[in-house]
């Protein structure tokens, strides 16, 4: 078999060349064909061309750089099939030399279905596109995809059923309280069937929740069991800059098999985080973070509460996880009718995330630890990479809840079997219960 190349998108003249040639009439419709996308940005419609197309297995993307901004290929993964693993192609390398491309083969691991795809730093322009995979030629309907997903090099250990941020344990030493913190590759259930390569603290994404009270002496051994260097930066609190964790200004990384004590003051009280800050793109994105809070008696007493809870949001490789978890495993804020509960929220993934709470409001108190000079009511909260907020929420009202990222792709899967997109990703739950009523449990969402 030979393989013919259709070009799609370089313009009229050159597509009918790209079709017409007398090579490509003489081919049977079941040669592997290679199907050419380009990144455009001129004019400001930043865009790739064509947005839709369809293949079948064997056949060939080629996605070609014909733009002056660097573009890339993110293929978003909670919107490919169920069982779907395209291991280093989910996100593919920035192009920046115009010709230059990244190639997809349409092998074995893209089972029929769509593939929707965007350029990272320009989706939000509108820089996306769609791959539908057909059956193999000659096949008459496509495979149904296999249910598990289990990703990563299969000896790393298998961490299942485990959440995180739990909180983290420490020793008091000559008053000083001294946490342990192991970073370390593994394989991370994100929900049932669904196993990713995952890089963590102390097994287990988020990493152990710190919790000390404002001006405590803490000490953080951090053992490096990667493959490759890490260091951890303590986002938001007021650390010496030596103890910043920022490689070639306050340290050097911590090398594989070595370890590096921080040591400081915890200070401002609030709601702050910790999480690694070399080749943080990947080591980050992967898992490695957490929550540190620093307790104190001066917090506004609008954060006063019955309960707290924390919501770390993350994306990219672990897909769209809410504390290391995709819907329905996220696990859900429960509440009696009447209780109040604190939300110590949180974005460390790549992207913004508006979550919206239904059938109800929550106020807004604090921002990245500080007391805003007013508290607000709103019922969606923005949150960009890097920040945190402390909210507070009343329950009022009896039932299952959503409270979930309005980027609809972000919770949206794969079809079921009626053809309609499955409910996945950062979607979160509160339960309110009156000891009376039945709420509806949280399986019954099944299409968003
Ligand atoms: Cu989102």
């Given amino acids: 078999m030979r393989l013919r190349s259709v070009v799609i998108g370089l313009g009229a003249v050159a597509g009918i060349v790209g079709v017409v040639t007398a090579a490509s009439w003489m081919n049977r419709d079941d040669d592997p064909r290679t199907v050419v996308v380009q990144m455009m940005d001129d004019g400001g419609k930043f865009r790739f061309e064509p947005e839709n197309v369809e293949v079948r297995p064997g056949d060939i993307v080629e996605f070609v750089q014909a733009g002056s901004m660097p573009h890339n290929v993110e293929f978003v993964k909670n919107t490919a099939p169920a069982g779907v693993n395209l291991g280093q192609r989910w996100v593919g390398a920035f192009l920046t030399g115009k010709g230059e491309k990244y190639t997809v083969r349409i092998d074995g691991a893209f089972k029929p279905g769509t593939y929707d795809y965007l350029c990272t730093p320009h989706a939000t322009l509108g820089m996306k596109g769609r791959i539908t995979v057909k059956g193999a030629r000659g096949s008459k309907a496509a495979q149904p995809a296999p249910p598990v997903v289990d990703e990563g090099d299969p000896s790393l250990p298998l961490i299942k059923g485990v959440h995180g941020g739990q909180e983290a344990k420490f020793t008091m030493v000559n008053g000083v309280k001294e946490f342990r913190m192991d970073v370390e590759r593994i394989r991370w259930e994100t929900k049932p069937g669904t196993v990713v ?33 890490t260091t951890a930066h303590w986002h938001g609190l007021e650390v010496p800059n030596n103890m910043d964790g920022v ?14 004590t921080y040591e400081f003051t915890a200070k401002p009280y609030g709601t702050h985080l910790y999480h690694s800050h070399f080749n943080a793109l990947h080591q980050e994105e992967h898992g490695l973070y957490g929550m540190f809070i620093v307790e104190s008696e001066k917090e506004s007493p609008e954060l006063r509460a019955d309960k707290e809870e924390m919501m ?72 960009a990479p890097g920040e945190t907020f402390d ?9 299952t809840w959503l409270w979930h ?17 499955t409910a996945a990703g950062m979607i979160g739950v509160v339960q309110i219960q009156d000891g009376k009523t039945q709420v509806a449990p949280i399986s019954e969402h099944k299409n968003h």
């Fill in 197 to 229: 390569e995952a890089w963590a603290f102390n097994r287990m994404i988020p990493g152990p929740t710190i919790r000390v009270n404002d001006g405590e002496k803490v000490r953080i051994i951090v053992t490096n069991k990667l493959p490759e260097g």
């Fill in 247 to 260: 490689p070639g200004i306050s340290q050097d990384p911590i090398a594989p098999g070595e370890s590096f």
């Fill in 312 to 383: 770390i949001l993350g994306d990219g490789p672990l897909g769209f996880v809410i504390n290391g978890k995709e819907f329905p495993e996220v696990t859900p804020i429960q509440l009696k009718k009447g209780e109040r509960v604190r939300v110590r929220m949180a974005n460390l993934g790549g992207l913004y995330h508006p979550m919206h709470l239904h059938g109800g409001h929550f106020r807004v108190v604090s921002k990245d630890g500080f007391d805003l000079p007013a508290s607000q009511q709103m019922n969606t909260l923005s949150i």
């Fill in 391 to 399: 909210v507070v929420l009343q329950a009022e009202e009896t039932g």
């Fill in 405 to 421: 990222c309005h980027v609809l792709s972000h919770v949206t899967g794969p079809k079921d079997e009626t053809g309609v997109p």
